[in-house]
T-cell receptor
């Protein structure tokens, strides 16, 4: 079993839709959570970073963490064609050297 | 642009040759990471520096790979005797330890193709 599981997609939605992206993890030592957006042939771009259960909002993006279920989500409101990219969840431990464990990424396609 | 910078962006090399990549982190960041990403996969951790000290290496980092961060600023990743399986995107990231830590920021990567 992988430490972090993420559906690879692709996930296709029309412009304006609410998008839900999810990851599950197995190690309860994981304490902080990030979401990255990656366009083709580019480096990952940090979107959201949180280390507590609950919701964190930034513009059209909301990150949700449920530590009891080992489940994290990223919601994108009013999705745009420019949101079409691969979304990676990344999870790490707060102490030590903060190695990140990534999911495989979910490819999102937003059609106009 | 004061983000993480990587050079070169692309490298094509013949099998058996040595290659070296450079990473310049965000200037105030004391932690630097190297990751490798293959097509359809998330990045995989290779190694980590706190200042100039290399504190952790993944089992993925065979003895053909070596990384340095001589003055706690830029870092280099060298691959000796490249193999076709080394073809991947090599990503560098940096972060700030302590209360200012707000996540790890990645560069644009170096795409290596071994022919």
């Amino acid at each position: 079993q992988k430490e972090v599981e993420q559906d690879p997609g692709p996930l296709s939605v029309p412009e304006g839709a609410i998008v839900s992206l999810n990851c599950t993890y197995s190690n309860s030592a994981f304490q902080y959570f990030m979401w990255y957006r990656q366009y083709s042939r580019k480096g990952p771009e940090l979107l959201m970073y949180t280390y507590s259960s609950g919701n964190k909002e930034d513009g059209r993006f909301t990150a949700q963490v449920d530590k009891s279920s080992k489940y994290i989500s990223l919601f994108i409101r009013d999705s745009q064609p420019s949101d079409s990219a691969t979304y990676l969840c990344a999870i790490g431990v707060l102490t030590g050297f903060q190695k990140l464990v990534f999911g495989t990424g979910t490819r999102l396609l937003v059609s106009p | 642009d004061t983000g993480v910078s990587q050079d070169p962006r692309h490298k094509i090399t013949k099998r058996g040759q040595n290659v070296t990549f450079r990473c310049d982190p965000i200037s105030e960041h004391n932690r630097l990471y190297w990751y490798r990403q293959t097509l359809g996969q998330g990045p995989e951790f290779l190694t980590y520096f706190q200042n100039e000290a290399q504190l952790e290496k993944s089992r993925l980092l065979s003895d053909r790979f070596s990384a340095e961060r001589p003055k706690g600023s830029f870092s280099t990743l060298e691959i000796q005797r490249t193999e076709q399986g080394d073809s991947a995107m090599y990503l560098c990231a940096s972060s700030l330890a302590g209360t200012g830590n707000s996540g790890a920021f990645f560069g644009q990567g170096t795409r290596l193709t071994v022919v």
